[in-house]
């Protein structure tokens, strides 16, 4: 079992950078694939970024590739989304997400079912 708390969001203004951190709580960090989905009102949720365990390989959605960047601190237990170039479609409630593997693969990690953990989100708006 794993706790997922996510931070680092807020008001920003349309070209300008965020960095989102999620920060876990339990045993074998080092162990789980993790993800990063957004929410914008009356939207489903969709995919943003992943990230294998030892880091080793990204995976970007169309829309945010060359603008943010997933990456991750086994050290600290720690995912980051640092977010640059903004735009006010990037406004949503970003969640992170965490996936136990047995080997250091990124099979699924582009669909939110394959997800074992969720944080509880934080909201990041972009201003025109």
């Known amino acids: 079992q794993v706790q997922l708390v996510e931070s680092g969001g807020g008001l920003v203004q349309a070209g300008g950078s965020l960095r989102l951190s999620c920060a876990a709580s339990?045993?074998?960090?080092?162990?789980?694939?993790m993800g990063w989905f957004r929410q914008a009102p009356g939207k489903e949720r969709e995919f943003v970024a992943a990230?294998?365990?030892?880091?080793?390989?990204?995976y970007y959605a169309d829309s945010v590739k060359g603008r943010f960047t997933i990456s991750r601190d086994n050290a600290k237990n720690t995912v980051y989304l640092q977010m640059n170039s903004v735009k006010p479609d990037d406004t949503a409630v970003y969640y992170c997400?965490?996936?136990?593997?047995?080997?250091?693969?990124?099979?699924?990690?582009?669909?939110?079912?394959?997800?074992?953990?969720w944080g509880q989100g934080t909201q990041v708006t972009v201003s025109s």
């Open positions: 339990g045993r074998r960090f080092s162990s789980y694939a």
């Open positions: 997400a965490a996936d136990f593997r047995l080997s250091d693969n990124g099979y699924g990690l582009l669909q939110m079912e394959t997800y074992d953990y």
């Open positions: 990230i294998t365990r030892s880091g080793g390989n990204t």
